[in-house]
């Protein structure tokens, strides 16, 4: 009959080959497949600014206030 001692022994051994299986796949993870979705994200945002930068000038054009405003309802002076 085993006693207590060796059951956490046994336990906490298995406990530390689990963490070192995935220490192991966690740095293989890393060393593989992160510079490769690191770019890909990288691109992604690229695309997105280019997006943003498009919506944002055409949101800036549609929205113009001075664009649509006869001179004779604003305070400015005539030039």
């Known amino acids: 009959m085993r006693t207590l001692e060796d059951a956490i022994i046994t336990e906490t051994q298995l ?3 689990n963490v ?3 220490n192991a796949l966690v740095s293989s993870t890393n060393d ?3 510079i490769p979705l690191i770019d ?3 691109r ?3 695309k997105m600014a280019l997006v943003c930068r ?3 000038a ?4 549609s929205n113009d206030p001075w664009q649509d405003t006869p001179e004779s309802q ?3 002076p005539a030039f």
Do not use: G, M
């Not at 055409?58 to 054009?61: G, H, K, V």
């Open 15 to 17: 406990f530390i080959d």
């Open 20 to 22: 070192a299986k995935l």
């Open 32 to 34: 593989e497949q992160i």
């Open 40 to 42: 890909k994200l990288r």
């Open 44 to 46: 992604v945002e690229k």
């Open 54 to 56: 498009s919506f944002k």
């Open 58 to 61: 055409s949101i800036y054009t």
């Open 74 to 76: 604003t305070n400015r």
